[in-house]
């Protein structure tokens, strides 16, 4: 018996698909840390705002009270 060679036609082709792959997959890692981050920081800005929203409101509706 011979010795069979086996040639794969475009395996440089998948190799880069599969090196393009990775990279997109750790840019899109980095865009939903980013995002994370960036949600994280506006749900700490929405609760400081709404902490300053009731204190204003009980502020004004202690005026009201107080001024009948």
């Known amino acids: 018996m011979g010795r ?3 040639y794969l ?3 440089e082709a ?7 792959m990775r990279s997109a997959a750790e840019e899109i890692r980095r ?5 994370e ?7 700490q ?3 400081e ?6 204190e204003a409101m ?4 202690e005026a009201e009270d107080g001024g009948s």
């Open 45 to 47: 800005f929405m609760d």
């Open 58 to 61: 009980k502020d004004e509706s």
């Open 4 to 6: 069979e060679v086996v």
């Open 9 to 11: 036609v475009g395996s």
């Open 37 to 43: 981050s960036a949600l994280r920081q506006h749900q």
């Open 14 to 20: 998948v190799q880069l698909a599969g090196h393009q």
């Open 31 to 35: 865009s939903v840390g980013f995002f």
């Open 49 to 54: 705002w709404l902490e300053r929203f009731k």
